[in-house]
Nanobody, 118 residues
Framework: QVQLVESGGGLVQAGGSLRLTCAAS????????VGWFRQAPGKGREFVAA????????YYADSVKDRVTISRDYAKKTVVLQMDSLKPEDTALYFC???????????WGQGTQVTVSS
């Protein structure tokens, strides 16, 4: 089992920044990966970014790749999503997820709300 807790969401004006943190505990493994996803009201879950614990390989959605940076600290079991130049369309519930690769995730957190006002 892996437990995930997200934090750092909030209300921010367009153009502002937020730093989301995912804290992992339990049976994590250095060979695994962590991803961030988001879900806006009335929409499906959307991939945002992912990173491997082992070699820091990162992946980004095209919609955010110029404004978002994902990083990890395996010793602390944390993954940070730095979001800059936020837009109202970034408003969503942001989840982190953990799994054996950057394409497969088995465990999910409860999410942290991000609201961007215009």
């Amino acid at each position: 089992q892996v437990q995930l807790v997200e934090s750092g969401g909030g209300l921010v004006q367009a153009g502002g920044s937020l730093r989301l943190t995912c804290a992992a505990s339990g049976r994590t493994a250095v060979s695994h990966a962590v991803g961030w996803f988001r879900q806006a009201p009335g929409k499906g879950r959307e991939f945002v970014a992912a990173i491997t614990w082992s070699d820091d390989t990162t992946y980004y959605a095209d919609s955010v790749k110029d404004r978002v940076t994902i990083s990890r600290d395996y010793a602390k079991k944390t993954v940070v999503l730095q979001m800059d130049s936020l837009k109202p369309e970034d408003t969503a519930l942001y989840f982190c997820a953990h799994g054996p690769s950057t394409r497969v995730f088995h465990y999910w957190g409860q999410g942290t709300q991000v609201t961007v006002s215009s």
